[in-house]
Structure formats: C-alpha cells, structure tokens
C-alpha cells in the first residue's frame, strides 16, 4: 500500500517535473522569440514610412493597441500583482514592447501630418491614463495578489484581444481595394504565431488569463494570413527606381526634341 502511494507520488512528480519543463520550452520560444519578432515586425513598415517622409495610409491604432498590451502585462507580471517573479517572462517581452511600441508611435507622429498627430497624441495620452488609473487601484484599493490578478488580468485580456485583431482595422481597405499594400504582412503573421504559442504557455501554467486572448488572437491571426494570401497577388506597388526614372526622362526628352523638329519641318515659314 505504501509502495502503491509512493509509486503514485514519483509519477506525480515526473508529470509536473515534465510539464514545468514543457512550459519553460513554450516560454522561451513565446517571449524571448515570436513575441520579440511581433514587437519588431513594424521596423520593415517604418523604414519605409521614413524612406518616403510619409505614414501614407497606414493605421497607428495596432501600435497604439500594442502599447496597452504591453503597459498591462508588465505591470501584470510584476510581483506588485502576480506571485513574486511567477510570471518573469512576461516582464521581460512586455518591457521590451512597450520600448519598441513607444518608439514606433513616435516615429509616427514625427511623419505625420498635423490633424492625425492630434488624433494619434490623444489616444496614446489616453492609454496612458487608463493604465495609470488601473495600477493606482489596484495598488492600493486591492490588498491581495488573487483580486489585483483578477483586476490587471480581466482588462489586460481585451485589451490583448484587441492588439491581436488590431491589423483587421484595414480589412475594409483590404477588400474593396483587393491589395495588401497597407496591411504589414509580418505584422500578420508573428502575432499568429506569438499568441499560438502564449495560447499554450497559459494553459500549461493553468492561467487562464493568459490563455484566453489568445484562444481569440490565435484564429484572428489565421484570418489576417488567408486574406493576405487571397489578395497578396496584387499587393504592393514598388517604387520606380532611380535608373527607370532617369531613362524615362531621357525618352520623354526625345520625345519632345522629335516633336519639335517635326513642328519646325511642318511650319511653313520655315519653309520659305
């Protein structure tokens, strides 16, 4: 009988010891990986937004949506709301995010024009108020880990749902135009992949506020891929390079050189 409870309690063991492991492996691979390359993924986006001096019709709200998720996870995973460094690894990507994400709604701003930087300003300033307000209460209205996780945790669930499905605001543009063009493609696909894989770090570790924006993230991401492969055949319109620039100006200065002797050739001053 001792022997059966002992065998029982090793094999216990075994499971949590390999599913601890399994969910450090999901971890790694989530935070320090698909997560990094989703934060990262607009850097392709800005370089061409500063190479022409114009955010041109892309979207800030995914950026702005991002910095709210960011804001809220961190401050999620600090040991002032979750269980001492339970949750270290959120920290660290999220933290990383809210650098990147800061940096990209600057950028914006800076490349924008006067009315959308109003606009745009707002609604970081807001973002920033609301998640003041949250870390304020709970901080101080609530005195215990379980509440404060409940709290930070339910309205860090939207606001992530909202981040994952924020690259669907130029779905409309999407189809009626029948080209991606403004709708980043890696954007697409890491969040696809980031949510998937935070989608099992939450399960795995029995927390369902990390697992539930993802159930939603994961399919939404699915979605932006179809319809980028549905219409990627017509997507971007690449910039005239600088030799066909210079041969069509060299042929529409023969052009116009042809027509003028044909002018002069058919004036009949000239002729007399």
């Given at each position: 009988m001792i022997q059966n409870q002992h065998i029982n309690c090793l094999k216990s063991s075994l499971v949590y010891t390999y599913l601890s492991s399994l969910r450090m492996v999901v971890c790694i691979l989530a935070g320090n990986a698909a997560s990094l390359l989703l934060y990262a993924a607009p850097i392709l986006t800005f370089a061409r937004v500063i190479r022409r001096k114009s955010t041109e019709e892309f979207s800030c709200i995914p950026y702005i949506l991002a910095l709210s998720n960011c804001l809220l996870y961190t401050w999620y995973g600090l040991p002032i709301v979750s269980y001492q460094w339970e949750n270290?690894?959120?920290v660290t990507i999220n933290g990383l995010g809210i650098l990147l994400e800061c940096s990209f709604i600057a950028m914006y701003l800076w490349f924008s024009p006067t009315k959308t930087k109003i606009k745009?300003?707002?609604m970081a300033l807001g973002v920033l108020a609301i998640f003041t307000i949250i870390a304020v209460v709970s901080t101080f209205i609530f005195h215990d880990h379980h509440h404060r996780k409940v709290l930070v945790g339910s309205i860090g669930l939207v606001a992530s749902i909202a981040m994952y499905g924020s690259p669907l605001v130029v779905v409309k543009q999407v189809i009626m135009t029948k080209s991606?063009?403004?709708?980043?493609?890696?954007?697409?696909l890491f969040s696809f992949l980031a949510s998937s894989l935070w989608m099992a770090y939450g399960l795995l570790g029995c927390?369902?506020?990390?697992?539930?924006?993802?159930?939603v993230g994961s399919p939404l991401g699915a979605l932006q891929l179809i319809l980028y492969c549905k219409y990627r055949k017509r997507g971007v319109m690449d910039e005239p390079s600088k030799w066909d620039l210079e041969n069509n100006g060299d042929q529409d200065k023969s052009k116009q050189s042809q027509l003028a002797v044909n002018d002069h050739i058919a004036d009949p001053?000239?002729?007399s």
């Open positions: 270290f690894p959120v745009v300003g707002a991606v063009e403004f709708m980043p493609f890696y954007l697409s927390d369902l506020f990390l697992a539930s924006p993802n159930l001053k000239c002729r």
